[in-house]
């Protein structure tokens, strides 16, 4: 078994459909909504048997992924999967953060759940009223722009459950559309790595975004710099293709 657990807007429903097409991989239906099965208490009491019977065909295949983005930030959610699963694989996709969070707003505003403008969540950080907070009704709040954006506290605890070897960490900006980052997913998870996916050039779950203001972008960029460095030296990540971008229009300090 593997997982795709997130970060959520990160291109994680392109990566399902990716695997989902390869002839040896078998992914959990449906993609929406998402089976969350690990965070639901109800559900994960009916253990492993229901699992398999409620989200898979068990045709033969040589591997078998959920795809959950709730699980990022859960957990209780990562002990589940090790506790039922103990060789699972986990992939975590992740995306510059300035853009996952504005990509997040969209995704809720397009959801009619965010009602405020761009410019009132992140340069004035107007508070969402409370009724809009009970309405959401999510697995996780749909409001977390900035703290579902910082990365490495939510790595931390995955990488404390799951040895190292068992973990793949994904660059949104570098897999998509790309036939040798997907071939190394392929190899990660053990199945033929020269299949080459129809989707591969295609957009999947595209979130309609209008105008962002410069200020947002500078805004964002500065309050999520030093997590960036904080996730790459900690996990030895190469995140250039962020900082270079984020430079351009970051206050220097």
């Known amino acids: 078994m593997f997982f795709i657990v997130g970060a959520q807007r990160s291109g ?17 239906i449906p993609l929406k909504p998402e089976p969350k099965f690990f965070i639901k208490d109800n559900e994960y009491k009916k253990g492993k048997g229901y699992y398999y019977d409620k989200y898979f065909n ?6 078998f992924g959920e795809k959950s983005v709730s699980y990022f930030e859960y957990e209780k959610a990562a002990k589940r999967i090790k506790n039922t699963f103990p060789e699972a694989k986990i992939l975590i996709s992740l995306r ?7 990509s997040n707003y969209f995704y809720t505003k397009n959801n009619s759940l965010e009602f405020r403008s761009i410019n009132e969540v992140f340069i ?23 703290e579902r954006s910082k990365y490495s ?12 070897f068992r973990i793949k960490i994904l660059i949104m900006e570098r897999f998509l559309g ?62 250039r293709i962020w900082r270079d971008r984020i430079d351009k229009y970051r206050d220097e300090k």
């Open 58 to 63: 068990m045709k033969e295949n040589k591997a």
């Open 153 to 164: 506290k939510f790595l931390d605890i995955y990488y404390k459950i799951f040895d190292i």
């Open 96 to 102: 510059n953060p300035v853009d996952r969070a504005i």
């Open 12 to 28: 994680t429903s392109y990566l399902y459909t990716v695997l989902n097409e390869h002839p040896e991989i078998e992914m959990a």
């Open 178 to 239: 790309n036939q040798e980052r997907i071939s190394s997913i392929y190899r990660f998870l053990d199945v033929r790595d020269d299949f080459v996916p129809s989707c591969l050039n295609k957009r999947i779950n595209y979130s309609k975004k209008e105008n962002v203001d410069y200020e947002v972008y500078k805004k964002l960029g500065n309050l999520f710099y030093d997590d960036i460095i904080l996730t790459e030296k900690k996990y030895n990540l190469d995140l």
């Open 124 to 146: 004035k950080e107007k508070k969402i009223p409370k009724k809009y907070v009970e309405k959401s009704n999510t697995s996780v709040s749909p409001f977390s722009y900035i």
